[in-house]
Structures are given as structure tokens and as C-alpha cells.
């Protein structure tokens, strides 16, 4: 359904200021300006793979080694990267308004919402930071770098470093007594379902706002791809942030373009 879109900012945070209850979905155009690559365009490579064909549980079947080095490089990238002035728009936005119930929904991974303060997250896809054992399924927190002594200088993104010959056995494994099954990335991968709590957790904060952000996504994810669209259709006044016009674009009433490192702050601040 297209809506007749405005960029009209004044507008905008007058509408803000009265909301009680704010939705901020969020995707990987977020991070970009701290330096963490998106899944399109450019950036969406990795050696010489498309990096979303390596976030399959297919990708980690047929070669685990390969699978952990894409991550080890994701997590000391993201480990090394700092929240920038959009991600601490949102954090400061919500430590200012305790009259507002604010929810962030992330489908970012790289855990730079809490490091710059956000509160009431939800982490649709997971973490970089978590492991589940694919024995026990016990899901853990893991900051180690890295993350087990045989990934120690790989996972370079070089496109010319070919194949991956860790043996399974030097791969991070559970240290549960009489587990030891491999561990793997706590993410939701493509193909995979979202966690039913987390998904249930979203959509009643979805379901309940009246005012949504969608800021950095592409908005081709599902189930998150179908927020936003949901809820502008049950007549919440939806704002997407981004670079490009993207296909959910035309639901929406407002659109900022530009990177949102610049177009937060000044729609969250007064
Ligand atoms: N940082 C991360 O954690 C990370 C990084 C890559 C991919 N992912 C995963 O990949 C999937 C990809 O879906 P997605 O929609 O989140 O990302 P995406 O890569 O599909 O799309 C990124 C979007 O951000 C926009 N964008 C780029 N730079 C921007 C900027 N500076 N300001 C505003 N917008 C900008 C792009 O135009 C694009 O629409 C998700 O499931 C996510 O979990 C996560
Ligand atoms: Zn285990």
C-alpha cells in the first residue's frame, strides 16, 4: 500500500514528542558507519564468498573451519568497531525518556546497541558474542580472542586465501563434562527460525507502538522485513532511515535519506 510520504523532520519529532510507546528496528546499515560491513553491495563478500551463503547451517555442515573463520574475522572486526553517533542517539534517546516505553529490535549481531547503552533490546538473530553447543544446545557468552587457539591469525578476508583445513577437533567445543560437542555462533542463520520468545517478545512491541523507526535495513529479512509494513498498515506512523529507498519504502509515511549516523541524532534530539 503506498502512503503519501513526507520528509518533513519538524513534523516528525512533534509526533515523536507526544508517542508513548516507540519502536527502533534496526539493521546492518547501522553499523556500517563504525566500520562493520553490510550483507549488500561491496561489502557483502568475504574471500570469495557472498558472506550471507556462509550464515547457512548448510555452509557449517559441509565445512565447519570455514564457517568459524567468517566468524572469528566478524567478531574481532566488531570487537575492534565502536558504536557511533546513531547507535548513541537511540541509547541517549531512551536514558531521556523514562516517560515513553522505547523498545530497540535489532537483526544486528555485532552487540554495538548495548555497548552504547540501549537498555530494552531485542536481538532478533543472535550474537557474536554467544556460542550454542550443538550437543547440549547450552548457550553461552564468549568474549575470548580469539575464540580458540586454532583460529589464532586466520580468517583473513583476503580473497586469495583459499580453503579452510582446521580439524574439527581444534574448533571450539563445549566444556560441559561428558558434552564436548562443537560449538557453533549463537545466530540465527538464513534458513533458520527465529527463537519463538524472542519472535513473540518483537512482535508485541511491534504490535503495541505508535511510532516505528526502521533504521539501516533493507528490509528483505523476514519475519523482521514484515514489521515495520505491519505495522504502517494497522495506521502506526512509521520513519525508515537510510541510504537508499528500499522496497518496503513506498509503506512508509516518512522517509530520512542519508547515513543515520547524521539523520539520528537529528530526529532524536530536541
Ligand atoms: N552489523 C551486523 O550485525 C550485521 C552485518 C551484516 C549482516 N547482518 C545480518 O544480515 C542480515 C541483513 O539484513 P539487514 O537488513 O540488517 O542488512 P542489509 O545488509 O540487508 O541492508 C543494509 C541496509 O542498510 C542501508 N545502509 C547502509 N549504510 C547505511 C547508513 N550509513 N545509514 C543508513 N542506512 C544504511 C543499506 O542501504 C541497506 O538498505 C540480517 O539478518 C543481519 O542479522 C548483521
Ligand atoms: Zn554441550
Excluded at 223 to 241: K, S, T
Aim: charged share 20%.
Amino acid at each position: 500500500m503506498a502512503v503519501r510520504q513526507s520528509s518533513d523532520l519538524t513534523k516528525f519529532k512533534e509526533t515523536l514528542k507526544t508517542a508513548k510507546n516507540v519502536v527502533i528496528l534496526s539493521g546492518a546499515g547501522i553499523s556500517a558507519e563504525s566500520g562493520i560491513p553490510t550483507f549488500r553491495g561491496a561489502g557483502g563478500f568475504w574471500r570469495k564468498y557472498q558472506a550471507s551463503s556462509l550464515a547457512t547451517p548448510e555452509a557449517f555442515k559441509t565445512s565447519p573451519s570455514l564457517v568459524w573463520e567468517f566468524y572469528h574475522y566478524r567478531r574481532e572486526v566488531a570487537a575492534k568497531a565502536q558504536p557511533n553517533a546513531g547507535h548513541i542517539a537511540i541509547a541517549n534517546f531512551e536514558a531521556k525518556h523514562a516517560d515513553k516505553k522505547i523498545t530497540v529490535i535489532t537483526q544486528n549481531v555485532d552487540g554495538l546497541h548495548a555497548r552504547a547503552g540501549t537498555k530494552n533490546l531485542i536481538e532478533l538473530h543472535g550474537n557474536l558474542y554467544k556460542t550454542r553447543c550443538t550437543k547440549c544446545k547450552e548457550v553461552l557468552v564468549n568474549f575470548d580472542s580469539p575464540i580458540c587457539e586454532a583460529l589464532t591469525s586466520r580468517g583473513a578476508p583476503d580473497e586469495k586465501v583459499v580453503g579452510s583445513d582446521i580439524p574439527v577437533k581444534s574448533l571450539p567445543h563445549c566444556k560441559k563434562p561428558g558434552c564436548e560437542g562443537l560449538l557453533r555462533p549463537h545466530i540465527v542463520w538464513f534458513g533458520e527460525s527465529l527463537e519463538s520468545a524472542v519472535l513473540e517478545r518483537a512482535g508485541e512491541a511491534m504490535e503495541s507502538c505508535d511510532i516505528c523507526l526502521v533504521v539501516g535495513t533493507s528490509s528483505v529479512v523476514y519475519p523482521a522485513a514484515m514489521f515495520a509494513p505491519q505495522a504502517a498498515a494497522r495506521g502506526a506512523v512509521v520513519a525508515e532511515f537510510n541510504i537508499e529507498t528500499t522496497p518496503a519504502t513506498p509503506d512508509f509515511q516518512y522517509y530520512f535519506e542519508g547515513p543515520c549516523g547524521t539523520t539520528l541524532p537529528r530526529a532524536l534530539t530536541e
